[in-house]
């Protein structure tokens, strides 16, 4: 079964997401979280990208309906950046998509393969992609598996 609520609208692939990884995966994990970012373990929760504004949780400043890119996105009642007349070069999106650059997920090429209708492929090799080569479990952005602790790709 496709869950299309992981299909960011930035591009991002929110099964790698560490804030959906621990809600859905690892206690240890949200506290952990909890703890840098000094809010309730409860609090970090997630349940992918396409439910934000449904469900709503706007705990913390960047998570939620307080992501600058959801906020964007809902002023100019799109449901992708690559609606957005500007994209790619708006300042929202840059700020986010150099860094995943970095860490090998170019948001550029995700948003075309989404916008292409090629979300169900796209997400399949996602899920793929983001698994642990020593346990086989679903993985994160964080620096270490949440599952069996083995350190992940270096950004």
């Known amino acids: 079964m496709v869950d299309y609520a992981v299909v960011g609208r930035c591009g991002v692939f ?6 959906y990884r621990a809600s859905k995966d690892s206690d ?8 840098r970012q000094k809010c309730k373990a409860e609090d970090v929760r997630c349940d992918g990208c396409q439910t934000v504004l449904e469900s709503g949780w706007d705990v913390q ?8 890119i959801i906020k964007c996105l809902e002023v100019k009642g ?8 500007i994209f790619p070069n708006c300042k929202n999106f840059q700020t ?12 550029i090429e995700n948003l075309e393969r989404i916008k292409a209708g090629e979300v169900k492929e796209w997400l399949a090799e996602e899920e793929k992609k983001w698994i642990c080569r020593e346990c086989g479990n679903p993985i994160s952005d964080y ?11 270096t950004k």
């Not at 929110?14 to 804030?19: A, R, T, Y």
């Not at 240890?28 to 703890?35: G, N, S, T, V």
């Not at 799109?78 to 007349?85: A, I, Q, R």
């Not at 620096?143 to 790709?153: I, Q, T, V």
């Open 28 to 35: 240890q994990l949200r506290e952990q979280i909890a703890k």
């Open 78 to 85: 799109l449901k992708f950046c690559f609606e957005c007349e």
């Open 96 to 107: 986010i998509y150099k860094p995943y650059l970095k860490a090998d997920e170019n948001l």
């Open 14 to 19: 929110c099964g790698s997401c560490m804030i």
């Open 143 to 153: 620096e270490k598996c949440h599952w069996c602790g083995a350190k992940l790709r």
């Open 61 to 68: 400043k960047q998570w939620g309906k307080n992501c600058r």
